[in-house]
């Protein structure tokens, strides 16, 4: 059987049961459980793979929350969560989902701190650079600074609580009665055999749709060909089954993209640098856009170069600097990163036309200086010139995950088109609409974890209490 169908018949049996069950064992299923765990809820959560990994595990892992105690701690007293929503309306140029935007924005700090004061979890804020669009100091991480280190944290407080992971468990097929309420989950094991759960709530936690090619095509067709660095498994189920119920969706054309993965190794070169001055040129050596703008937006950017392809271009300096990021750390170990003791030596390194990388370098010095505006609207005013030796990393874009998808209430229920709310379901993450806007250039950093835990957590505080209902 096909994932995402729905049956109006009642379930022929049922072999388990949970007061809460929960479809993935990312950031956002975790989230969910933690709650409803913490209240008193039997919860059960469902995951498809062999082990949990999925798309938190690829993520950097960094976590944007205003008005925390971690940011106190760090100095920066002066965030509120309208700062935040003001920050991501402005990315999208006002064409956010504003009352989810309102939302994840008021949310996602006291879910940050609760997962600290009750679960464990350790946060430190990222204050050595801002990333583009972000107004003040906002970024949180575990101090691994990464997505899988955040995902084994969490997995290891679900572990403490005693809430049970069944791994090796794919959903597919939903019960639902004539009053939209789910009865249960049908669920196929590698074997083929086949499992029915019975819940008092379901909560949709399994992503979007970025790992499902006709999906994208239809509704993200100028990342389609680009390369997809996401969970295999996020193939719209949520969004199947939603649309199947006649739930209201909305924004299906945004995405998050990643204009900096290295190519082909697979590694994700953190946008950070080019906050610190780094630049992009293409396989003629010349730059294509302004660098300082969004990582997402710029994955299109560079699929249309020729090849599909770019070289990430700086100096020691940045090199130094990015070696505090564990992937950067791996890039290097794998080769991805190629060091020049000067700019002629770079360009024989990268196969880069000398001579227009050379005109390339020149035009940088000159915008910096003053001397001329740069082509492209960039600000080099700030940023020291760049100094020998140098550095190059191969990069193409990427699609990494979805952002529309079934739109939710406040307390994370999904909801008709008429905004009534199903009486049991509920949906965070890359299931739910997020905050992005309808474009990849409305993508703030770190908006799909900021959904994740925060619409997450609202699910897991609903879900208990409409399965007692």
């Not at 989950?185 to 949709?204: F, K, N, Q, S, T």
């Not at 209201?248 to 610190?276: C, E, F, R």
């Not at 750390?329 to 050379?358: F, K, M, N």
């Amino acid at each position: 059987m096909q994932a995402g169908a729905v049956s109006r018949e009642p379930p022929p049996r049922i072999d388990a049961s949970a007061d809460v069950v929960v479809i993935g064992a990312g950031a956002c299923g975790l989230a969910a459980a933690l709650k409803a765990g913490d209240a008193g809820a039997d919860v059960l959560v469902l995951e498809r793979d062999g082990s949990a990994s999925g798309s938190t595990s690829m993520s950097s892992g960094f976590v944007p929350a205003p008005a925390t105690r971690f940011q106190w701690t760090a100095g920066i007293e002066d965030d509120t969560p309208d700062r935040f929503l003001a920050d991501i309306m402005a990315k999208s140029h006002g064409s956010s989902h504003a009352r989810l935007a309102a939302l994840a924005a008021r949310t996602i700090g006291p879910a940050l701190e609760w997962l600290a004061d009750r679960h464990g979890l350790e946060w430190i804020v990222l204050d050595d650079f801002l990333y583009p669009g972000h107004s003040r100091h906002r970024m949180h991480a575990v101090p691994e600074k990464t997505g899988a280190a955040l995902l084994a944290r969490m997995q290891a407080a679900t572990e403490r609580a005693g809430i049970p992971v069944v791994c090796d468990a794919r959903a597919v097929r939903l019960f639902v009665d004539d009053l939209d309420r789910v009865r249960g989950v049908e669920l196929l094991r590698p074997d083929g055999a086949a499992e029915i759960v019975g819940c008092g709530a379901l909560v949709l936690a399994c992503n979007g749709y970025g790992g499902s090619r006709e999906l994208v095509a239809r509704h993200i067709p100028e990342i389609a060909g680009g390369l997809y660095y996401g969970h295999a498994g996020n193939t719209g189920d949520a969004l199947t089954w939603g649309e199947a119920l006649g739930a209201d969706v909305a924004h299906l054309s945004a995405y998050q993209g990643h204009g900096s993965l290295a190519h082909p190794h697979g590694i994700l070169i953190s946008w950070a640098l080019m906050t610190k001055g780094a630049i992009q040129v293409n396989t003629e050596g010349r730059r294509f856009s302004d660098e300082s703008g969004g990582y997402s937006e710029q994955a299109v950017c560079v699929v249309s170069q020729p090849g599909g392809v770019a070289w990430n271009v700086y100096d020691q300096r940045i090199h130094d600097f990015a070696l505090a990021f564990p992937d950067y750390r791996d890039a290097v170990a794998a080769g991805a990163v190629i060091r020049a003791a000067d700019l002629s030596e770079l360009a024989r390194a990268t196969h880069l036309p000398e001579a227009v990388l050379q005109e390339t370098f020149i035009e940088l010095e000159a915008s910096r200086s003053g001397r001329r505006k740069d082509a492209f609207g960039r600000d080099f005013s700030s940023l020291p010139p760049f100094e020998a030796p140098f550095c190059g990393v191969r990069v193409t874009g990427a699609l990494f995950h979805t952002q529309g998808g079934l739109v939710i209430d406040d307390n994370a229920r999904v909801v008709r088109p008429d905004g009534a709310p199903f009486p049991n379901l509920f949906a965070g993450g890359g299931a739910a609409c997020g905050v992005s806007g309808p474009n990849v250039s409305g993508y703030l950093s770190g908006n799909g974890l900021l959904t994740a835990l925060a619409f997450g957590f609202l699910a897991g505080e609903g879900a208990l209490d409409r399965s007692l209902n």
